[in-house]
């Protein structure tokens, strides 16, 4: 066993996380090895030293307001209705008849939701032959100026004791443009918010490039600000091209900022999209030297379900140094 | 007067009544849209979730909004539980997650670690908080461990936010590393990597502090 091996192993077994075989054997290394030995005791004095810091039980004032606060947002909620909490019903009888092959039971539930929903339209357009309906925007169209915005969202509602006034506060949504810079702050921060929140691939995709080729090219890519952005769009982003663009936004960075070498680590071992590990291979290698990296690229090398990626882990591995 | 006493106290029985139900029953009364069996599955939970958003984020508040955040996701996606894990599972990955994204999005306060945030939003120096009282302790010994705690703290705060959730979840929270991974969407081998990461930076970080 080589020290390195020993160093990981010695993690796994301080947390109990080792297997019996294993252990037998880090005891073997450990016996005759007194660098490692001193590595288990910096182990036991972390454990020592954490515990200064203890988990405490929350106090009974923080557990109350927690709970009222929780109470007054459930009862805030609109309540299901019927045919929504039969919906659910129904999808929970269909998983949980999944694995049996009953096909007069699913017939059943399946017909007995189609036949309630079908009621449930029937009387819909019955309600609405002689009722007159009053859609929300209806309401809103003649209340509210159009110059105002679109309602985003209703905060409140409050009604006079004893009277028909009601007030109610709502926030609307006004659309607005603005030209600037790509060095403008307030430019870059809408382009930050709009790497999170757009719900468009297309919108995350230009922001999240634009701030990219900023960190590139040197402008301004503080840790803090933009670097953390395309660190969560590598990480979390549901498209691979977008996180591959934040990919190559971090490369600049990988040698001087450790939080941005972890995120690149992060994505070799789990980045879906094989492009974007294979990338990450690359720009890890300049850095190879630390230890964490070499860990995970022989992991990768050893584990990767893709072919060419274990491929490229173990060249890159096979030109580092035998010794550091 | 037994029988009066109970009708003077329906909710009360009620609860009772709850609190005593199989919990996989309570799920799928909450799941059917009752709120007194959803009302019994948070207080069966609410201090595991308090306990971990408390610690790991040390800040009243924060956890506060993580409990709030993490039972109405429970109600909202509740009718989603398959029973393929254990209600416990299904709940503390919610708040793991939660935590998680409050990491990303706090600023580190490196500059002043001994301060921390209490439910108002209110800072408190964590050294003026000794009490006089605990003079006939060792009152040397007390504050040495408070700013141990705190030096703790700050090289906890240096991790990235998924080796601090790891680290949290392994050394704290006792937690296996296969849990850890199926809780944070990822392998037990990336968790056993982020956990080794996370020891060796916090044992350099804490270094001068064994002397």
Request: a negative charge; one cysteine or more.
């Amino acid at each position: 066993m080589n020290c390195e091996l020993a160093h990981e192993r010695i993690v796994m077994a301080a947390y109990g996380e080792l297997p019996d075989d294993e252990t037998h054997e880090l005891d073997r290394h450990l016996a005759t090895c007194t660098e490692c030995g001193q590595e288990r005791e910096q182990m036991q004095a972390l454990k020592l030293l954490s515990s200064a810091y203890p988990v405490e039980e929350p106090n009974a004032n923080l557990v109350a307001r927690s709970r009222i606060r929780l109470e007054e947002a459930l009862d805030a909620l609109p309540p299901t209705r019927w045919f929504e909490r039969l919906l659910q019903k129904l999808r929970n009888n269909a998983a949980s008849l999944q694995s049996a092959p009953i096909a007069a039971s699913l017939l059943l539930v399946i017909g007995g939701g189609v036949g309630s929903l079908g009621g449930y339209f029937v009387a819909q357009n019955h309600t609405a032959r002689t009722t007159p309906t009053t859609s929300i925007a209806d309401v809103s169209n003649k209340a509210v100026d159009p110059s105002e915005g679109e309602v985003a969202n209703i905060s409140s509602i409050e009604r006079q004791p004893n009277s028909e006034f009601v007030e109610v506060r709502y926030n609307t949504l006004v659309p607005r443009v603005v030209h600037g810079s790509l060095d403008d702050q307030y430019i870059r921060r809408l382009l930050m918010l709009a790497s999170e929140n757009a719900s468009s691939v297309g919108i995350r995709g230009s922001s999240v490039g634009l701030l990219a080729s900023e960190c590139r090219a040197g402008h301004e890519c503080q840790p803090e600000g933009i670097r953390d952005v395309l660190m969560v769009s590598l990480r979390y982003d549901r498209n691979a091209g977008v996180r591959q663009k934040a990919l190559e936004g971090l490369q600049p960075y990988v040698a001087e900022d450790v939080h941005v070498r972890d995120a690149m680590l992060e994505a070799l071992l789990s980045d879906p999209d094989p492009h974007i590990r294979t990338e990450a291979i690359s720009i890890l290698e300049p850095v190879e030297a630390d230890t964490s990296v070499r860990q995970v690229l022989r992991s990768v090398a050893s584990s990767d379900h893709n072919p060419r990626i274990r491929l490229a882990s173990r060249e890159v591995l096979s030109r580092v140094p035998a010794f550091q | 007067m037994a029988a009066t006493r109970a009708m003077e106290k329906p909710d009360r029985a009620q609860e009772l009544m709850q609190a005593r139900a199989p919990e996989m029953e309570l799920i799928r009364q909450a799941q059917a849209g009752s709120r007194v069996a959803f009302d019994s599955l948070v207080r069966q939970y609410e201090q595991q979730v308090l306990r971990l958003a408390l610690h790991l984020t040390g800040s009243e508040s924060d956890a506060e909004d993580i409990y709030q955040e993490a039972f109405l996701k429970a109600y909202r996606y509740i009718g989603n539980f398959r029973f393929e894990c254990s209600f416990y599972t299904w709940i503390y990955r919610i708040v793991t997650n939660l935590c998680l994204d409050q990491l990303r999005r706090r600023k580190t306060r490196r500059e002043d670690q001994a301060v921390v945030v209490d439910h108002s939003g209110d800072e408190i120096d964590i050294l003026s908080s000794v009490s006089d009282e605990r003079s006939f302790s060792n009152p040397a010994r007390e504050l040495d461990r408070k700013v141990l705690g705190i030096r703790i703290q700050e090289a906890l705060g240096k991790l990235t936010p998924r080796e601090r959730t790891v680290f949290e979840l392994k050394h704290y929270q006792g937690l296996r590393l296969r849990t850890i991974g199926e809780m944070l969407n990822t392998t037990e081998e990336t968790a056993k990597n982020t956990l080794f990461r996370a020891t060796k930076k916090l044992r350099s970080q804490l270094a001068g502090l064994r002397k």
